[in-house]
């Protein structure tokens, strides 16, 4: 029993459990047994109390009128989201009884889990779901969706995902924010960027959209979509031409880099200027602030591994910081995640030596749109928790089309009727977070972090943890893997002695102090312990070439988005880049139900350069529709000079309201180059002004 729960009144220890790298430690204040209040928690050493709005306002999501608070089961059509109330035992015995019927009749390959990180829990997101779906011997879900193509990419430079520790930015000289919007999705970092200002740092922002990010930045430098590996070398280019490189280093801890000086002399910045959209003159001053400071830090965001090449893009950009021994010196580097130190054990959080069906296959969740409706043998079965597909998933349209397929079995577990939820067969309450046990990392800073519930469970609601263990004991399922509590689980995590960076971090530490900082000092001296093929920061890549990759960095344009230096495979339909980034009130599709967050948001907007919006006759506040081959949306115009000509920009994944507002209409399922990640923003449109 949690400490908490029981007392009606107080402060309690929290932490954040969004999808959001900065993890922040929480205070949540109870009155009478109900939260009224949720702030940062101010002894956090590197949150340090400051959070953002998004949960600031958190106990509109827990106690909304809207929230799901008993089992479901649909009366109406799929997609109505009509449904009549049902006992758990009654959800239960429907769920055995369906996916016993496919599992004989289809095998259970045809039931596929769907989830992502709506709560980064492992408890909740990696354990015992894992365990259960093993067990059944269902399809495997490939979990690309958002950050894979980016760390595959920095992992083969690098040989790992980590970078410097947070707090040393604060000792950057120079610090380049490259396709992340931070102020609205990684708040801290802005916090320790304006330390380095005060102490005299420069501040960059790279990207295709001049938001909140952009305007706070000494420089903003926007940049075509796709295009950030050909800058990338753009500035290598000039940094070896100019000798501003550092051959003590490039000797001692790097691999190629003398293939690298020939490979980059194919991209002065005149070139690199058509392809990116950069003026040359920009390029230069950039390769020249960036050879001539130090420490500098570069932050690669997430936003630019988000096309077919993005892999490649971020592999490039951190081939960057070695060129000029950044990483030998403090506050010098780069940072892409740092969830690599945080490596807990996986296999006994998920026990895959529970699968019953050794050659289950795997679907990427990225083209979920086709596994629907055009995989063969098809999915007869889809178990969705922690993720909302109708929404997030590329091509919405066809994503629709399949959950309505009346073969389709769809068990949602959620805290609303999402869209997905709206075409479920059954629908399951779940749990917040709050009235959850879990332990959580953070993709960025150095802390684990313990949460222990603080309300009891609202209605009828469950967490994911003991829905699958509930199913499990309800399959007749027997392994000692089912009877484990939440807090083996995050003892089995913990104990991993293969990941040094985890000594010291114990369940016991968690529960005295709510966090323990990870042993950055067992790693060291990191250059020296580079898992490359070479030991050193590959800049040529034996690896790639064995697997068919160029071994170099290099700029390959996209498929979708035409060469922008020579206009090659222009699609005329669709001359305009869409690129559909977060907002600053939703995390994904979270909160976006919620009226507090809506009202700060406003309304779904379609930014447009001021130089297309007059070729179509579009001003603002016009209704335009935006449109490619694999649908359409409805969005209200903003004219601004935010991004270049022939880019768009939507902020946000919108539901809950109109249907047309949802931007995955336009976006493909098609795969970046690494990991299999999402291609959201290699996407081509047209938009012209929506009638009535
Ligand atoms: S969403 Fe991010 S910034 Fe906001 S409270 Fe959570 S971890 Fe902190």
Redesign the pocket.
Known sequence: MSPYIEQENGVFRSV?P?D?????A?HVTKKDGKIIKVS?NPEHPI?KGA??H??RHMTDRIYHPERVLHPLKRIGPKGKGEFRRITWEEAIEEIVKRYQNIIQEHGPEAILPYSYYGNMGFVNADGMDRRFFHRLGSSQLDQTICSIAGNVGYGYTMGVTGGISPEETIKSKLIVIWGGNLVSTN??QVVLAEQARKNGAKIIVIDVHKNQTGKWADWFIGIRPGTDAALALGMMHLLFAEQMVNEAFLEDYTYGWKELREHVKAYPPERVSRITGVPKEDIIKLARMYGETSPSFIRIGNGLQHHENGGMNVRTIACLPALTGQWALEGGGAVKSNGWYAQVNFSALQKPELRSNKQARTINMNQIADALLDLDPPIHALFVYNSNPAVVAPNTTKVQQGLMREDLFTVVHDLFITDTAKYADIVLPATSSFENTDLYKSYWHHYMQLQEPIIPAEGESISNFQLFKTLAKAFGFDEDAFDDTEEDLIEQALDFPSNPYLQGVTLQALKEKGWVKLNMEAGKPFLKKLPTTSGKIEFYSETMENQGLPPLPTYIPLAEGFDTESDAGKDDRYPLMFVSPPNHQF?NSTFANVKKHQSLEKQPLLQIHRVDAAKRGIVDSDLVRIFNDRGYCVLRAKVCEDMLPGTLISQGLWWGGERQNRVNHLTSTRVADMGGGATFFSTTVQVEKADG
């Open positions: 954040c969004l959001c790298p900065d993890a922040c929480l940062g949150t959070i953002c998004k949960v708040m801290h995390l």
